[in-house]
């Protein structure tokens, strides 16, 4: 693979991760919920931190932004939609815009339904999803600024990827994740398999990021709004699948 990468937690529940490019040593950070965690993340690999990727402008994404590029003069890419939100910015990115760290091409995906301006990172030569909080393992962000129907079309976007895309997300939300879906789709034979290795992996204080687009798909509800045994699960057969996602999505908030 052209790229390596690094994860470790961040915050109280937020997943830093570190990608670098293997022809050229350069390393991009993937948000930046606090400084240290990632300094600290730098200091063990030895990697030199490049750039920074901003998918969104929530305080635990771009908090340390500013200190990391004081210190290691990186460039900052942020979304144009939140550009007010991410003043230490170098370059402000929309959909289909190219953005490279070293060698490695990315895509910028814009991703709306969390926040109005999300916008996601794909590199396919590293077969890598950097979705912020638009897609998390087992689930999907809470619908902050936008509707069903930007979530919904957002998750497809990203759906729409290779199955052998690894996915990253923004926060180390799995299990409670994994307890949401077995209750939404409770004859899923995968996500049964799926969710009692989480189970194990969380106990034993692993992360569980990344995962395999491919998983998703066979197991993450949110995914699978437009599945008869989602719609059945809200009472909603025969249903658009946007209202279907949206009756999951108000179920997870209380759940």
Request: net charge negative.
């Amino acid at each position: 693979m052209p790229a390596e990468f690094h994860v470790f937690p961040c915050l109280s529940d937020n997943i830093g991760v570190l990608m670098r490019d293997r022809e050229t040593g350069a390393c991009a950070s993937i948000d930046a919920p606090e400084a240290e965690p990632i300094r600290a993340a730098l200091e063990q690999t030895g990697w030199t931190l490049t750039d920074i990727l901003v998918t969104h402008k929530h305080p635990d994404h771009v908090a340390g932004v500013a200190e990391l590029k004081e210190r290691f003069g990186a460039r900052v890419v942020a979304p144009v939609r939140e550009a007010e939100f991410v003043p230490e910015a170098d370059l402000f990115v929309n959909q289909g815009d190219t953005v490279m760290v070293g060698s490695l091409s990315g895509t910028v995906l814009f991703t709306p339904g969390h926040t109005s301006g999300h916008i996601s990172y794909y590199f396919a030569g590293a077969r890598a999803l950097f979705a912020g909080d638009t897609l998390f393992a087992l689930g999907c962000g809470r619908l902050l600024e936008g509707t069903p129907e930007d979530m919904w079309r957002s998750l497809q976007k990203l759906a729409a990827l290779p199955d052998d895309t690894q996915v990253f997300c923004g926060h180390e939300y799995t299990l409670s994740n994994a307890r949401f879906a077995l209750a939404a789709d409770p004859d899923n034979a995968a996500l049964k398999l799926r969710a009692a290795v989480v189970e194990g992996q969380r106990a034993d204080g692993q992360l569980t990021v990344p995962s395999l687009l491919r998983d998703e798909k066979a197991t993450n509800p949110f995914l699978r709004a437009d599945q008869p045994a989602l719609a059945a699960s809200v009472d909603l057969d025969g249903s658009d699948p946007v209202a279907v996602f949206a009756a999951l999505r108000e179920w997870k908030n209380n759940f």
